[in-house]
């Protein structure tokens, strides 16, 4: 008698440990939006992770939801690669915007040449050369089947490591002072291994959630001795940190996010679980800790207007962004262009040492530089993601790391309406992990329910 049963072939444990250490190698290196040495190391691995899930095959079921991912990542590379296509003079001087560089080439007695979509193309490949590593980082989660835990893991532990560097820059004395900064051009504040405080925060907010999910896994395990009860220590303990780290941090941004994003992890607790015990309580101080913040003579000056040199306000630069969308619409200006077309709208007499390199809102700077087409990509991709949150929180088979990178992300696109999170290689691999996680939430549980039924027959030979 022989017990025969089909099976998936079963990836090794040294090809599932490719995902999770490429992405903590992102959140250690690619914390800047720049390209910086970190950035370019992260883009050099990542045709080499594309490359091995490809040549590996699809091992996890491909549902409507992760075919529609991969269709809208394929539809976005297909309209950056149209904007490097030349066009001759008589098309391209006449898109709107383009106005300016044919009177420049005019005023030095140049023939118009060929020139493409892209107002500044090599920015452009910079670009495509970013969008490299999240794309790395959705094709594993897709075609090479990953435990959901250690993706969780290995964002919370990052999250920790980043609260732990910038207790050691705020203890440090700040930029120009403290060791512990990475970058030269950098924020004041707990930034960890980003650039930008920011960014930072939106690590925090993206992980805090995932630590929760460590937590209500215990939920799932009788006895919680074994694997479970250390990933509960590191659960709590990461709850704990993040909400020092975002106090730590000051962003504003994370600042105001983290409230709702605590009340919602809340969600991915059992009913009547004790654990609700200490995570309420939790969002409570965390409030108030913002609230003690958010009056401190440090920010009081930023949020009344009183420090008018730090920076320009958010507001100016959306104007100024919007005006750009509608001269150049409904082409845009190319990815990668904003800083390069941002400046026609300055007054020269009025520049400063400010340089704005992003119009601190993702949306509106994406529409400005991929004009009409980026804008209906971006509708679809919002109606995926909105389609695919309410599948995972409506379906009882969901886990608790699925539902937990429904918020993490969600908490990185409300982020990108006030700054630009998912332009760093360390966010965008967070974000396309998150989506891997939802889009394959769905199929997992259908493989787990149809290994089961092949588990109650036998054939008997």
Same mark, same amino acid.
């Given at each position: ?17 490719? &995902? ?42 491909? *549902?409507? *939801? ?20 030349? &066009?001759?003079?008589? #098309?391209?001087?006449? +898109? ?50 990953? *435990? ?8 919370? #532990? ?9 207790? +050691? ?24 291994? %980003? ?31 074994? %694997? ?17 780290? !975002?106090?730590? *941090? ?8 983290? !409230? ?18 200490? #995570? /309420?309580?939790?969002?409570? !101080?965390?409030?108030?800790?913002? +609230?003690? #913040? ?8 930023? +949020? ?6 730090? %920076? ?12 750009? !969308? ?59 993601? &909105? ?17 937990? /990178? ?56």
């Amino acid at each position: 008698m022989a017990i025969a049963a089909s099976q998936k072939p079963v990836v090794s444990r040294s090809a599932q440990a490719i &995902l999770p250490a490429f992405l903590l190698l992102c959140l250690l290196a690619g914390g800047s939006s720049r390209a910086t040495w970190g950035n370019l190391a992260l883009q050099a691995l990542a045709p080499l992770v594309i490359a091995f899930a490809i040549a590996t095959g699809a091992t996890v079921d491909q *549902n409507r *939801n992760s075919k529609a991912l991969l269709w809208l990542l394929g539809a976005w590379l297909v309209l950056i690669l149209l904007q490097l296509v030349p &066009l001759p003079p008589a #098309i391209w001087s006449g +898109l709107p915007g383009r106005e300016v560089v044919a009177e420049g080439y005019r005023a030095l007695g140049y023939a118009l040449p060929w020139l493409p979509l892209a107002m500044a193309p090599y920015e452009l490949l910079r670009s495509l050369g970013a969008l490299l590593v999240p794309a790395a980082v959705l094709l594993m989660m897709l075609r090479v089947r990953q *435990n959901e835990v250690w993706i969780g893991v290995v964002i919370v #532990i990052g999250a920790l490591a980043g609260v732990t560097l910038g207790a +050691l820059q705020v203890g440090g004395g700040g930029p120009g002072q403290s060791p512990w900064y990475l970058y030269e051009i950098t924020n004041v504040g707990a930034v960890g291994f %980003f650039a930008n405080s920011n960014h930072m925060g939106s690590l925090l907010l993206a992980a805090f959630p995932f630590a929760v999910a460590l937590v209500a896994r215990t939920q799932m395990s009788r006895s919680g001795k074994g %694997f479970a009860a250390p990933m509960a220590i590191l659960g709590a303990a990461g709850c704990l940190l993040i909400a020092v780290g !975002v106090a730590l *941090n000051r962003s504003l941004a994370a600042l105001a996010l983290f !409230v709702p994003v605590v009340f919602a992890s809340i969600l991915l607790l059992r009913q009547g679980s004790k654990h609700k015990r200490w #995570i /309420a309580p939790l969002s409570i !101080v965390a409030a108030i800790v913002c +609230l003690a #913040i958010l009056t401190g003579a440090g920010l009081r000056a930023e +949020l009344s207007g009183g420090d008018t040199s730090s %920076f320009v306000t958010r507001t100016e630069m959306w104007s100024r962004t919007a005006s750009l !969308v509608a001269d150049s619409f409904p082409f845009g200006t190319g990815v990668g262009s904003f800083p390069s077309v941002y400046v026609l709208t300055e007054d020269p007499r009025a520049i400063g040492l400010t340089y704005i390199n992003h119009a601190h809102n993702d949306f509106l700077e994406l529409i400005l530089e991929t004009g009409l087409a980026g804008l209906l990509l971006l509708c679809a991709s919002l109606v995926w993601w &909105l389609m695919t949150a309410f599948k995972v929180w409506l379906s009882p088979s969901s886990g608790q790391f699925s539902r937990a /990178a429904t918020i993490a992300s969600g908490a990185l696109i409300l982020h990108g309406l006030v700054d630009y999170p998912m332009r760093t290689g360390a966010l965008s691999a967070v974000m396309a992990a998150c989506l891997g996680m939802m889009a394959i939430a769905q199929s997992q549980s259908r493989q787990e329910w149809s290994r089961f039924r092949t588990a109650r027959h036998i054939k008997i030979a």
